[in-house]
């Protein structure tokens, strides 16, 4: 995958299908999953984790309450987000229940 920045008239034709996740400017595409419980947002974040790392591409995961995992996609080298944030968006999602 490419880490040149994607204009933001782009993102809309790249994330096609992606629900919830949201576009700001300069801080990336971000979502936050609610989960059963506290275990399961943990389950949750240790996936991405996984996929994560395994791309060595890694989000801004924030964990807070006791069921919430907020992911935050940014390629921080490219100052912006990238067709890779795109695609780990779309895997991050594909994680939820797992």
């Given at each position: 995958m490419s880490e040149k920045p994607v204009h933001d008239a782009e993102i809309a034709d790249l994330s096609k299908g992606l629900i919830g996740w949201k576009f700001?400017?300069?801080?990336?595409?971000?979502?936050?999953?609610?989960?059963?419980?506290?275990?399961?947002?943990?389950?949750?974040?240790?996936?991405?984790?996984?996929?994560?790392?395994a791309a060595n591409h890694h989000p801004d995961i924030e964990i807070h309450g006791w069921n919430r995992v907020r992911l935050r996609w940014m390629t921080h080298g490219a100052g912006s987000v990238t067709a890779l944030d795109v695609e780990m968006a779309r895997r991050s999602d594909t994680l939820v229940g797992g």
């Open positions: 700001e400017p300069g801080r990336g595409l971000s979502k936050e999953f609610k989960h059963k419980n506290f275990r399961d947002a943990m389950a949750f974040a240790n996936r991405v984790a996984e996929i994560a790392e």
